[in-house]
Nanobody, 116 residues
Framework: QVQLVESGGGVVQAGGSLRLTCEAS????????MDWFRRKPGNQAREWVAQIMKSSNVTHYAGSVKGRFTISRDDAKNTVYLQMNNLQPDDTAVYYC????????WGQGTQVTVSS
């Protein structure tokens, strides 16, 4: 089992950037494909944002973030990142990382608030 802790959220103006960090312990993230999800205010369901595949590091993105967000990993640091650029108010959400395929071992989330 792997434990995941997200950090790096905060309040930013529209057009700004943030980098979220997901630190893993218990097992190596190199053993897994990894996802970022988000839960927007008032929504019950989490929305998938991005995925990075194990071994190949091929990445996939939701259409709403493609070209603005970049998922990456540093296996030596046992960490996954989400670089978010040109943030918009609609990106306001709690962001979660998890092991992918299927999603499991969720972190506690980090709040991102984008003001207009």
């Amino acid at each position: 089992q792997v434990q995941l802790v997200e950090s790096g959220g905060g309040v930013v103006q529209a057009g700004g950037s943030l980098r979220l960090t997901c630190e893993a312990s218990g097992r190596s993230v190199s053993d897994y494909s990894m996802d970022w999800f988000r839960r927007k205010p008032g929504n019950q369901a989490r929305e998938w944002v991005a995925q990075i595949m194990k071994s190949s590091n091929v990445t996939h993105y939701a259409g709403s973030v493609k070209g603005r967000f970049t998922i990456s990993r540093d296996d030596a640091k046992n960490t996954v990142y989400l670089q978010m650029n040109n943030l918009q108010p609609d990106d306001t959400a709690v962001y979660y990382c998890c092991v992918a395929l299927p999603p499991k071992f969720w972190g506690q989330g980090t709040q991102v608030t984008v003001s207009s």
